[in-house]
Antibody, heavy 121, light 110 residues
Framework: QITLKESGPTLVKPTQTLTLTCTFS??????????VGWIRQPPGKTLEWLAL???????AYSPSLKNRLTILKDTSKNQVVLIMTNLAPEDTATYYC?????????????WGQGTMVTVSS | DIVMTQTPLSLSVTPGQPASISCKSS???????????LYWYLQKPGQVPQLLIY???NRFSGVPDRFSGSGSGTDFTLKISRVEAEDVGVYYC???????FGPGTKMDIK
């Protein structure tokens, strides 16, 4: 069974740094063609992709957030970490991690349950 | 930037009737590799998004065959042949040329 689960703080103050961890099981991020991405969804709004990381350590960032994001993987721990700096109230959202597979043309096929992050003083 | 639009933004469907959602992109989603990077997701109430369709028309594992996708270039359509109560939620199209999601179409049951 393939699962992903996001973890991290639920409340962050403006200007602080957010660190989220995606812990997954049932697949390996060292397998060719596999990636993990972070996507967020503000309350009542559409989805927004943030960052991607692949089996070969290739990375991609949303152009609008690139300067604030860092994505890392720890293959031995089956974890992907997202670091977002200088948080603001508009970063309040549910943050999802999801697997991507080349054989599905890099669709996000399995998603974590999501973690709600509120940015407020 | 590629802008994705969906129409309608909301629809109400009688069970057993068909439904159709349009997704248009501001640029072609046909990649130089010859493949078209368009996907459909459904987010049921209180749930996480689930993959329905990848590469325009390929149903993901376990997706009922009442769901079908079609289109090319910049115009795409998701069709549900006979809507069931469990199909309610928000449908999103996603493109993977520059990676982005449409605004979503909320479907409920009459």
């Amino acid at each position: 069974q393939i699962t992903l689960k996001e973890s991290g703080p639920t409340l962050v103050k403006p200007t602080q740094t957010l660190t989220l961890t995606c812990t997954f099981s049932g697949f390996s991020l060292s397998t060719t063609g596999v990636g993990v991405g972070w996507i967020r969804q503000p309350p009542g709004k559409t989805l927004e992709w943030l960052a991607l990381i692949y089996w070969d350590d290739d990375k991609a960032y949303s152009p609008s957030l690139k300067n604030r994001l860092t994505i890392l993987k720890d293959t031995s721990k089956n974890q992907v970490v997202l670091i977002m700096t200088n948080l603001a109230p508009e970063d309040t959202a549910t943050y999802y991690c999801a697997r991507r597979r080349r054989e599905l043309l890099y669709a996000f096929d399995i998603w974590g349950q999501g973690t709600m992050v509120t940015v407020s003083s | 930037d590629i802008v994705m639009t969906q129409t309608p933004l909301s629809l109400s469907v009688t069970p057993g009737q068909p439904a159709s959602i349009s997704c248009k992109s501001s640029q072609s989603l046909l990649h130089s590799d010859g493949r078209t990077y368009l996907y459909w997701y459904l987010q049921k109430p209180g749930q996480v998004p689930q993959l329905l369709i990848y590469e325009v028309s390929n149903r993901f594992s376990g997706v009922p065959d009442r769901f079908s996708g079609s289109g090319s270039g910049t115009d795409f359509t998701l069709k549900i042949s006979r809507v069931e109560a469990e199909d309610v939620g928000v449908y999103y199209c996603m493109q993977n040329i520059q990676l982005g999601f449409g605004p979503g179409t909320k479907m409920d049951i009459k």
